[in-house]
Each structure stands twice: as C-alpha cells, then as structure tokens.
C-alpha cells in the first residue's frame, strides 16, 4: 500500500507529504515509501518523524552500546537503532537492541521481529519523551519483549539516569527493577556491568 501526494502540498524544496492511507499505514509502507527520512517510525499506523539528536542522545547510545558488548555472550547481538516490528501497524525504532544472534540475517537487514528481542532501550528526547515514557514501553510489553531500559539526563547536573524493567508475564507490564545513577551492574538479559557516571559520559 502506498500513498498518493496531496495535491498542491509542496515545500519550497519541492516536497511532496502522501496522503496517509484510510486505516493508516502498515510495517510495509514504512519500508517502500519513498524519501522518509532517516530513524521514520510506524506507531500505530502513523509516521514519527525524529528531530535532530543532542549530543547527550547520541553519546549515551554510544556509552550503553559499548557497555553491552564488552560482555554480551555468543548468542546475542547488540544493534542501534533498527526498526523491530511489534505488528503489522508499529514498527518503533529503539535506539539500541540486544537481539538473539540467529535474528542477524546479513548486512541489508532492516527490522528484527519482537520475538527476536531481549531488551529494548529507549534514551527519551525533549520530543520523544510521552512516546518513550507512555506508548513505547507499553507497546514493548504487549509485544512480549522481556527487558526495557529508559535512559534520561537528571537532576542540576543532568547526569544519566537508567530505570530497568523486567516484564511481568501475568500482567503482561513492566515493572521497575532498579534505578541506576551511576553503575549499572545487573544480571538480566545477561552479565552487564557499566559505567553510567556522568564523568564516563563526558569522556567519549
């Protein structure tokens, strides 16, 4: 399914938005339209377009990402920023995914499926901070993904704080296992132990 332009819609660059699909768009749109931008998601049958990253977004992906490799076992994978799809109406985009190393098909992939996903990680953004609060984690859940991070900057200093959480299997919900300021030492999915200070952020 794809969409037709609106008619007379253009940006000064010669632009052209489709027009969204009666029942919204599908995983497939989010793959075939043409010219999205970079990390477009699919929720609930609508883009998300992402805003420019700020360098604490960028470099606490890159902090966590390094952390989860230095331990992660043989049959698990670390990927950042890859679609997952939940259904076929959300593809979310996590910004980083420990995924079951057999999921890794080649480097052309583009999506793993939720099954595939151990833990999703989301580093909330000014203007993504209801979708990575509110929907994503309960779209996370209902998708049966096990593990959850939130990541966000707090307090005067702004310094990284990581909320984990395992998923109930009775109540299909998250619930918070710990709130990590400064050493993220757990032992689910696996062994990791990371430095989240403020100080390891500023060092890379």
Same mark, same amino acid.
């Given at each position: 399914?794809?969409?037709?332009?609106?008619?007379?819609?253009?940006?000064?660059?010669?632009?052209?938005?489709?027009?969204?699909?009666?029942?919204?768009?599908?995983?497939?749109?989010?793959?075939?339209?043409?010219?999205?931008?970079?990390?477009?998601?699919?929720?609930?049958?609508?883009?998300?377009?992402?805003?420019?990253?700020?360098?604490?977004?960028?470099?606490?992906?890159?902090?966590?990402?390094? *952390?989860?490799?230095?331990?992660?076992?043989?049959?698990?994978?670390?990927?950042?920023?890859?679609?997952?799809?939940?259904?076929?109406?959300?593809?979310?985009?996590?910004?980083?995914?420990?995924?079951?190393?057999?999921?890794?098909?080649?480097?052309?992939?583009?999506?793993? %499926? %939720?099954?595939?996903?151990?833990?999703?990680?989301?580093?909330?953004?000014?203007?993504?901070?209801?979708?990575?609060?509110?929907?994503?984690?309960?779209?996370?859940?209902?998708?049966?993904?096990?593990?959850?991070?939130?990541?966000?900057? %707090?307090?005067? *200093?702004?310094?990284?704080?990581?909320?984990?959480?395992?998923?109930?299997?009775?109540?299909?919900?998250?619930?918070?296992? *710990?709130?990590?300021?400064?050493?993220?030492?757990?032992?689910?999915?696996?062994?990791?132990?990371?430095?989240?200070?403020?100080? %390891?952020?500023?060092?890379?």
């Amino acid at each position: 399914m794809t969409a037709e332009p609106i008619a007379g819609h253009e940006s000064e660059r010669g632009c052209r938005w489709p027009v969204p699909p009666q029942d919204g768009y599908t995983v497939d749109d989010l793959f075939t339209l043409p010219d999205l931008p970079p990390h477009t998601e699919l929720i609930d049958g609508s883009l998300v377009f992402v805003s420019p990253q700020r360098d604490f977004h960028s470099t606490m992906i890159d902090l966590l990402v390094t *952390g989860l490799r230095r331990t992660v076992p043989e049959h698990l994978k670390v990927r950042r920023e890859m679609t997952v799809v939940l259904d076929p109406r959300n593809g979310p985009e996590p910004d980083i995914s420990v995924v079951r190393a057999e999921s890794v098909t080649g480097l052309e992939q583009t999506r793993f %499926a %939720a099954a595939d996903v151990l833990l999703a990680v989301e580093v909330v953004s000014p203007d993504s901070e209801a979708r990575d609060h509110d929907t994503k984690p309960h779209k996370y859940a209902a998708a049966g993904i096990p593990h959850f991070w939130l990541v966000e900057s %707090a307090g005067s *200093g702004r310094h990284p704080v990581v909320r984990v959480y395992e998923l109930d299997p009775v109540s299909k919900a998250y619930a918070v296992t *710990g709130i990590h300021h400064d050493h993220l030492k757990i032992g689910v999915p696996y062994d990791i132990d990371i430095d989240v200070s403020l100080e %390891a952020l500023r060092m890379l």
